[in-house]
Protein backbone atom coordinates (compact mmCIF):
# COMPACT_ATOMS: atom_id res chain seq x y z
CA UNK A 1 0.00 0.00 0.00
CA UNK A 2 1.52 3.67 -1.03
CA UNK A 3 1.40 6.07 1.39
CA UNK A 4 2.16 9.71 0.60
CA UNK A 5 2.90 12.67 2.56
CA UNK A 6 2.33 16.37 1.04
CA UNK A 7 6.40 16.34 0.90
CA UNK A 8 6.52 13.09 -1.59
CA UNK A 9 4.25 15.47 -3.86
CA UNK A 10 5.84 16.98 -6.94
CA UNK A 11 4.91 20.10 -9.23
CA UNK A 12 2.50 17.83 -11.04
CA UNK A 13 0.65 16.48 -7.98
CA UNK A 14 -2.24 14.42 -10.18
CA UNK A 15 0.89 12.71 -11.48
CA UNK A 16 2.63 12.33 -8.17
CA UNK A 17 -0.36 10.54 -6.54
CA UNK A 18 -0.71 7.93 -9.08
CA UNK A 19 -1.22 4.68 -7.15
CA UNK A 20 -1.14 5.61 -3.76
CA UNK A 21 -3.84 4.84 -1.45
CA UNK A 22 -3.40 7.09 1.26
CA UNK A 23 -2.35 10.51 1.53
CA UNK A 24 -1.57 11.66 4.99
CA UNK A 25 -1.53 15.65 5.99
CA UNK A 26 -0.65 16.79 9.63
CA UNK A 27 -3.42 20.14 11.00
CA UNK A 28 -1.08 22.95 9.73
CA UNK A 29 -1.30 21.72 6.12
CA UNK A 30 -4.58 21.17 5.81
CA UNK A 31 -5.40 25.12 5.12
CA UNK A 32 -3.05 24.97 2.00
CA UNK A 33 -4.31 21.44 0.74
CA UNK A 34 -7.71 22.63 -0.82
CA UNK A 35 -6.64 21.99 -4.29
CA UNK A 36 -4.89 18.39 -3.74
CA UNK A 37 -8.00 16.99 -1.76
CA UNK A 38 -9.70 17.40 -5.06
CA UNK A 39 -7.38 15.65 -6.66
CA UNK A 40 -7.83 13.07 -3.80
CA UNK A 41 -11.25 12.00 -4.57
CA UNK A 42 -10.56 11.99 -8.24
CA UNK A 43 -7.79 9.26 -7.56
CA UNK A 44 -9.59 6.88 -5.56
CA UNK A 45 -6.99 7.87 -2.97
CA UNK A 46 -7.83 8.39 1.05
CA UNK A 47 -6.71 11.02 2.88
CA UNK A 48 -5.81 11.48 6.62
CA UNK A 49 -5.50 14.12 9.10
CA UNK A 50 -2.76 13.87 12.31
CA UNK A 51 -5.02 16.69 13.97
CA UNK A 52 -3.35 16.06 17.51
CA UNK A 53 -2.42 19.11 19.44
CA UNK A 54 -4.69 21.81 17.53
CA UNK A 55 -8.71 22.17 17.47
CA UNK A 56 -9.91 21.48 13.66
CA UNK A 57 -11.84 24.16 12.47
CA UNK A 58 -15.55 22.80 10.51
CA UNK A 59 -15.31 23.18 6.75
CA UNK A 60 -15.00 21.32 3.54
CA UNK A 61 -12.01 20.09 3.71
CA UNK A 62 -13.55 17.54 6.30
CA UNK A 63 -16.10 15.71 3.59
CA UNK A 64 -12.38 14.64 1.89
CA UNK A 65 -10.93 13.04 5.53
CA UNK A 66 -11.44 9.64 6.14
CA UNK A 67 -9.15 9.40 9.20
CA UNK A 68 -8.37 11.67 11.28
CA UNK A 69 -6.55 11.75 15.24
CA UNK A 70 -7.62 14.34 17.68
CA UNK A 71 -7.18 15.14 20.94
CA UNK A 72 -9.92 13.64 23.49
CA UNK A 73 -11.57 10.56 24.46
CA UNK A 74 -13.63 8.09 23.18
CA UNK A 75 -16.56 10.59 23.51
CA UNK A 76 -14.79 13.28 22.09
CA UNK A 77 -14.14 11.38 18.77
CA UNK A 78 -18.25 9.90 19.04
CA UNK A 79 -19.07 13.81 18.56
CA UNK A 80 -16.73 14.75 15.90
CA UNK A 81 -17.53 12.13 13.95
CA UNK A 82 -21.28 12.50 14.14
CA UNK A 83 -20.11 16.51 13.46
CA UNK A 84 -17.53 16.41 10.88
CA UNK A 85 -18.97 13.24 8.48
CA UNK A 86 -15.54 11.31 8.97
CA UNK A 87 -15.51 7.64 8.79
CA UNK A 88 -13.20 6.85 11.59
CA UNK A 89 -11.91 9.26 13.97
CA UNK A 90 -8.98 8.26 16.93
CA UNK A 91 -9.01 10.32 20.32
CA UNK A 92 -6.25 10.26 22.41
CA UNK A 93 -3.83 8.06 20.66
CA UNK A 94 -0.09 8.28 21.09
CA UNK A 95 0.42 6.15 17.94
CA UNK A 96 1.26 6.84 14.97
CA UNK A 97 -0.95 7.68 12.19
CA UNK A 98 -0.02 4.68 10.03
CA UNK A 99 -1.37 2.34 12.67
CA UNK A 100 -4.49 3.41 11.61
CA UNK A 101 -4.55 3.22 7.99
CA UNK A 102 -6.75 0.12 6.63
Do not use: N
Not at 1 to 29: F, Y
Amino acid sequence: MRVITLDDLKDDLRASMQGARWLILHAGEVASSADLLIFTELEDILVAVDHRGSSPPDGLWQRAVHLILIDGDESDAQLFSRKSGITKVVAGSTQEIETYLW
